[in-house]
């Protein structure tokens, strides 16, 4: 059944939360922009301001939906922490199954979960939440949810392995990439939609669009003013810039099609739909709507969220196979999930709640 009183203090907590000068929050914001050069104040900002929006009493009894374990168990949690706060998700399906949460922090953001779960127990004292280090966080758990590289995912079985931990109570995530499809009939604010969809969080996000697949002809050259205008909205660190230095070399120095942002902050390249490093953006000509159909439920198992703008999110989904269907995103949207959103495409509370 519901806990009232758990949904309520998490309801609250997210109310204070949604104040940028709220004590922990402001605490938490600033240690985070101290401990890794990737994040930058609008992005953070951004991030929990979005994290935050989505928590409430009505939406949180509404996930939930009366799903509860039987049977209670410690869930030990690695984060990979690329987006701030995009872990939350995980610690609430947790706890609102009733198992015990203990997570392992990134290290690239340590400080903001944390400090909204110490919010949370302002009005509920006994959440049964912990934290612990990656070398100890297999001597605890009784099954285990871990998000990041395929070498992370490949290591964190092998961990559970040899912890006892049997294969239908792990939830292991591997990577996973966002690709856009366009067609040249969005309009400036949707281009500047896509803009935020590839530029926020400097494309370490599974929800990042690393590929977008265009038909052929379709100029570039409108969606790059559009990443141009949303840099001054969410201006990069400097370690975007340099991160892509090399990479812009190679493409000058073979003579491959490209462009760059100014600030060099962003590189686009035109060659086949593979995605490249962070913070270079992959544009494949070629795709009508039925090819980036039969692109995407093709390579279904490394994709995460599909954008495309409004008008066509209804007629691209039809042109998949029903399951692929809830892939399918408005422009804008990928950064911006739902609280019950499925990544790698399992509702994570229902399987939490069914776990034996």
């Not at 000068?21 to 990737?38: G, I, K």
């Not at 003579?255 to 060659?271: E, R």
């Amino acid at each position: 059944m519901n806990d009232p009183n758990l949904i309520a203090a998490l309801a609250a907590a997210a109310a204070r939360w949604a104040d940028p000068d709220h004590p922990p929050r402001a605490y938490a914001t600033a240690r985070t922009l101290e401990t890794h050069p990737d994040f930058t104040f609008e992005a953070v900002t951004f991030a929990v301001n979005q994290t935050m929006s989505v928590i409430a009493e009505d939406a949180l009894a509404a996930w939930q939906a009366g799903r509860h374990a039987d049977v209670s168990r410690t869930v030990g949690v690695l984060h990979a922490g690329n987006i701030p706060l995009g872990d939350l998700q995980d610690v609430l399906a947790v706890l609102l199954a009733g198992h015990r949460y203990l997570g392992v922090v990134s290290s690239r953001s340590p400080y903001l979960l944390p400090a909204f779960l110490d919010d949370v127990r302002v009005d509920f004292p006994d959440l049964n939440a912990a934290f612990t280090t990656f070398g100890n966080l297999f001597e605890a758990a009784e099954a285990a949810i871990a998000t990041g590289s395929d070498e992370t995912k490949a290591l964190v079985a092998e961990r559970c392995d040899a912890a006892g931990i049997p294969p239908q109570r792990r939830l292991l995530r591997g990577h996973r990439y966002s690709l856009a499809v366009v067609d040249g009939r969005e309009t400036e604010a949707e281009r500047e939609r896509l803009a935020e969809d590839v530029l926020l969080h400097e494309g370490f996000g599974c929800r990042n669009v690393a590929v977008v697949l265009a038909p052929d002809g379709l100029s570039p050259d409108p969606y790059l003013d559009a990443f141009a205008l949303g840099r001054g909205v969410y201006p990069a660190p400097p370690t975007t810039a340099a991160r892509l230095k090399m990479p812009t070399a190679f493409l000058k120095a073979t003579k491959q099609p490209h462009a760059a942002l100014t600030d060099g902050s962003l590189v686009v390249s035109k060659g086949p739909p593979e995605p490249q490093i962070p913070g270079h953006l992959r544009w494949a000509d070629g795709f009508d709507l039925d090819r980036a159909a039969a692109f995407v439920a093709e390579h279904a198992d490394t994709l995460q969220v599909v954008a495309v703008r409004p008008g066509l999110v209804e007629r691209f989904a039809a042109r998949l196979p029903e399951a692929l269907r809830g892939l399918v995103v408005e422009l804008g949207d990928t950064q911006r999930p739902p609280l019950d959103w499925t990544p790698d495409g399992v509702d994570t509370l229902g399987w939490l709640a069914a776990m034996p």
